[in-house]
């Protein structure tokens, strides 16, 4: 799905990013982690070809993400960033609809808005339709843009990728949990997501395996029981933890201080 070979990233001659390599899999829910500054939203810019990464070997698909052309990349990935304008002039509806732009020129057709109505019903945000965009609430607007991403993977392409930038802030608990289920459900279809996500145990319970980032450098991707341990998550966190097993999908439950 995804091939990552000696990746790097300078900003004002400060390596950001440097000799990333991995490779991922159609079907995966992969998390990102890593304390502050780690390169999180940086390097999911990179794999969103939105920032000039250098790199010996990226594709997608098993095609250089170069050769996209760009009319064709929406059709195969979608990205959800952490900052959205906090002033849109449009209706909650038509921010969703705006996840089908790739698919019409003038007007949505009657597939379109089925869709819209069908990503506002899963994300929860059907009811704030005729609600002004600049009333709502910060989960709110998060759910919206949630639905708009999904809104635009939509379609017949296979194996489509999913970036999602923090997308669980400001949600509250249920929807932070409803959230990962939908994105969980995205990937079974085959599809793949990469996640950034600060909440180390959720990353746990939801992720097929775990991209630790540290100062810009891989520490570790594998499967979350073999990411989080006490000595690395203490070191690379540089604060005391301890891990204990689920008591029910024994995944590890990591308890800070």
Same mark, same amino acid.
């Given at each position: 799905?995804?091939?990552?070979? @000696?990746?790097?990233?300078?900003?004002?001659?400060?390596?950001?990013?440097?000799?990333?390599?991995?490779?991922?899999?159609?079907?995966?829910?992969?998390?990102?982690?890593?304390?502050?500054? &780690?390169?999180?939203? +940086? *390097?999911?810019?990179?794999? %969103?070809? =939105?920032?000039?990464?250098?790199?010996?070997? *990226?594709? *997608?698909?098993?095609?250089?993400?170069?050769?996209?052309?760009?009319?064709?990349?929406?059709?195969?990935?979608?990205?959800?960033?952490?900052?959205?304008?906090?002033?849109? $002039?449009?209706?909650?509806?038509?921010?969703?609809?705006?996840?089908?732009?790739?698919?019409?020129?003038?007007? &949505?057709?009657?597939?379109?808005? =089925?869709?819209?109505?069908?990503?506002?019903?899963?994300?929860? +945000?059907?009811?704030?339709? @005729?609600?002004?965009?600049?009333?709502?609430?910060?989960?709110?607007?998060?759910?919206?843009?949630? %639905?708009?991403?999904? &809104?635009?993977?939509?379609?017949?392409?296979?194996?489509?990728?999913?970036?999602?930038?923090?997308?669980?802030?400001?949600?509250?608990? &249920?929807?932070?949990?409803?959230?990962?289920?939908?994105?969980?459900?995205?990937?079974?279809?085959? $599809?793949?997501?990469?996640?950034?996500?600060?909440?180390? $145990?959720? %990353?746990?319970? *939801?992720?097929?395996?775990?991209?630790?980032?540290?100062?810009?450098?891989?520490?570790?991707?594998?499967?979350?029981?073999?990411?989080?341990?006490?000595?690395?998550?203490?070191?690379?966190?540089?604060?005391?933890?301890?891990?204990?097993?689920?008591?029910?999908?024994?995944?590890?439950?990591?308890?800070?201080?």
């Amino acid at each position: 799905m995804i091939q990552i070979l @000696d990746l790097n990233f300078k900003a004002k001659d400060r390596f950001l990013l440097k000799n990333i390599n991995l490779e991922i899999n159609k079907g995966e829910l992969i998390a990102i982690v890593g304390p502050n500054g &780690a390169g999180k939203s +940086t *390097f999911l810019s990179c794999v %969103a070809t =939105e920032i000039p990464y250098q790199a010996q070997k *990226f594709s *997608f698909k098993n095609i250089d993400v170069k050769s996209y052309k760009k009319e064709d990349i929406p059709h195969h990935r979608a990205k959800f960033s952490q900052h959205q304008s906090a002033e849109i $002039n449009l209706k909650n509806y038509e921010i969703v609809l705006m996840g089908r732009y790739p698919y019409f020129k003038n007007d &949505a057709d009657t597939t379109d808005i =089925e869709i819209v109505e069908k990503w506002m019903k899963k994300t929860e +945000t059907k009811h704030l339709t @005729d609600r002004a965009y600049e009333q709502l609430s910060g989960g709110e607007k998060q759910r919206l843009h949630l %639905a708009r991403v999904f &809104a635009q993977l939509e379609n017949k392409v296979e194996n489509k990728l999913l970036l999602l930038d923090e997308p669980l802030n400001n949600l509250d608990v &249920a929807h932070q949990f409803k959230t990962l289920h939908l994105i969980k459900e995205f990937t079974e279809q085959k $599809n793949t997501a990469l996640v950034v996500l600060h909440d180390l $145990n959720i %990353a746990a319970q *939801f992720a097929d395996r775990l991209i630790l980032l540290n100062k810009g450098s891989i520490e570790m991707f594998d499967k979350p029981t073999k990411v989080l341990t006490t000595e690395r998550i203490t070191r690379v966190y540089q604060y005391p933890c301890i891990i204990t097993p689920h008591p029910q999908t024994q995944q590890p439950i990591i308890l800070f201080g």
